[in-house]
């Protein structure tokens, strides 16, 4: 171990995907062809009017809010107070550069343990890791869509004593890429029993 670096971090394998995306372009470049299915990378150009709002607001370089831009948190907070009949301020949001920086934050602040389904996003389990949280598997099949039912959840969830849990469910599923069918149903127990839940869509998180 590196006396310099922490048990969890000297512990981490290198991100699968990551690998994957090496590996292809290594033996691309040796002249093979290659078919990448390991990297998430959108394939798609950025619409120019985003390209056009970002040259337009370059100039402007002051520090946000710690809790993000408040005029999109206030647009967020009404948007969900209107489709999900919640009853949001801008106070109650928080903007990050990205789900993967926010849900990894959450692991951090979190005092509990973790539900993840296998298969899963390769970057749960090493968050989890460095935030030092225990993490319990549901195995998933083909037969359930790669999600866990809600029997699957609400059983695993009586098993352990721990009673802050945390549950990651992505939808599209990475890596089957099948979308969540039994939502509803899932929320219910998370509801039920006071789990945090976490819905990832490549947007936003929701708690219960």
């Not at 093979?32 to 040259?55: D, T």
């Not at 006071?194 to 929701?206: D, H, L, Q, V």
Request: hydrophobic share 40%.
């Amino acid at each position: 171990m590196n006396k310099f670096i922490k048990e969890q971090i000297d512990k981490l394998k290198p991100s699968a995907t990551l690998a994957i995306n090496e590996e292809s372009n290594r033996l691309k470049k040796s002249g093979k062809k290659i078919y990448k299915f390991g990297f998430g990378q959108s394939p798609f150009p950025i619409p120019e009017s985003i390209v056009s709002a970002l040259k337009t607001n370059a100039n402007k370089h002051t520090y946000l809010p710690m809790q993000g831009l408040e005029e999109l948190r206030s647009a967020i907070a009404n948007y969900l107070n209107k489709n999900n009949n919640n009853n949001f301020n801008k106070e109650d949001i928080l903007v990050g550069p990205g789900t993967k920086e926010l849900m990894f934050l959450l692991q951090i602040v979190f005092q509990g343990e973790v539900l993840l389904s296998a298969p899963s996003w390769v970057s749960y389990l090493p968050q989890a890791l460095i935030a030092k949280n225990k993490v319990h598997w549901i195995q998933t099949t083909s037969d359930t869509n790669w999600f866990p039912t809600a029997e699957q959840l609400e059983n695993k969830i009586k098993s352990i004593k721990n009673k802050n849990l945390l549950l990651f469910i992505n939808s599209p599923n990475n890596p089957s890429g099948t979308v969540c069918k039994n939502l509803q149903e899932i929320a219910a127990v998370a509801k039920k029993k006071r789990i945090s839940s976490t819905f990832r869509r490549n947007i936003f998180a929701i708690n219960f």
